[in-house]
């Protein structure tokens, strides 16, 4: 089978640095994405990892180890506006495609 | 054009009835998925299409619901038979490429409630 596993809930301060964590079991793994979600809004896309170590877009930073099956998405200078919940989600090979998975999201509360 | 659109916004129908929702593309995009989210749940995948064909129809929960995508762009979403179960957000995405390597871009959803 296949699993996914993230924080239900995090909550860290305006300025502050957070990091989200997701471990996951999964057959034919090709990369793993991570989408933010606002309450009410559409899941945008906002980093992936195909490859092990440190992907960097402006505030926002994803990590991946295949060999521990797990990955982090870096959240620095946080902002009221990040206040939503983001989700990883795995790339998998299934009938001939790469399947997106998603887990559970965890909800992010930015405070003053 | 635009992004990924979807229609209606909401949707509120009675157990028993039938509805259909409707997802517009990005246009030139060839894949198009289906998902379905729970409150506090992701998205759960529900069919992909690669153009008019549908690649993967796996997670459609059983033979209530189908999806058709005629021309290779708009798609439409079937439920029969509606039950309170099936109350949910409805989402839409589409990417460019083939096989799903590609980022995939979302739609705002449909609200489905069933009474």
């Known amino acids: 089978g296949q699993s996914l596993e993230q924080p239900s809930e995090v909550t860290a301060v305006e300025g502050a640095i957070v990091q989200i964590n997701c471990t996951y079991q999964?057959?034919?793994?090709?990369?793993l994405s991570w989408y933010q979600q606002h309450d009410g809004g559409a899941p945008t896309f906002l980093s992936y990892?195909?490859?092990?170590g440190l992907e960097e877009t402006g505030r926002f930073s994803s990590f991946l180890s295949r060999s521990d099956s797990y990955g982090y998405l870096l959240l620095q200078e946080l902002q009221m506006k990040d206040s939503a919940s983001y989700f990883c989600?795995?790339?998998?090979?299934?009938?001939?495609?790469?399947?997106?998975?998603f887990g559970i999201g965890t909800k992010l509360q930015v405070i003053p | 054009g635009a992004g990924v659109s979807q229609t209606p916004s909401n949707k509120v129908t009675e157990k028993g009835k039938y509805v259909e929702l409707r997802c517009d593309p990005i246009?030139?995009?060839?894949?198009l998925y289906w998902y379905r989210q729970s409150l506090g749940q992701g998205p759960e995948f529900l069919i992909y299409f690669q153009g008019t064909g549908a690649a993967d129809d796996s997670g459609l929960p059983n033979d209530r619901f189908f999806a058709v995508r005629p021309e290779g762009s708009v798609s439409t979403l079937k439920i029969q038979r509606t039950e309170r179960g099936d109350s949910a957000v409805y989402l839409c995405?589409?990417?460019?490429?083939?096989?799903?390597?590609?980022?995939?871009?979302f739609g705002p959803g449909t609200r489905l409630t069933v009474l």
């Open positions: 246009s030139g995009h060839t894949a």
């Open positions: 995405a589409s990417s460019p490429g083939a096989a799903g390597t590609d980022t995939q871009y």
């Open positions: 989600a795995v790339r998998r090979h299934s009938g001939g495609y790469q399947k997106v998975t």
């Open positions: 990892n195909g490859l092990d």
């Open positions: 999964t057959s034919g793994f090709y990369g």
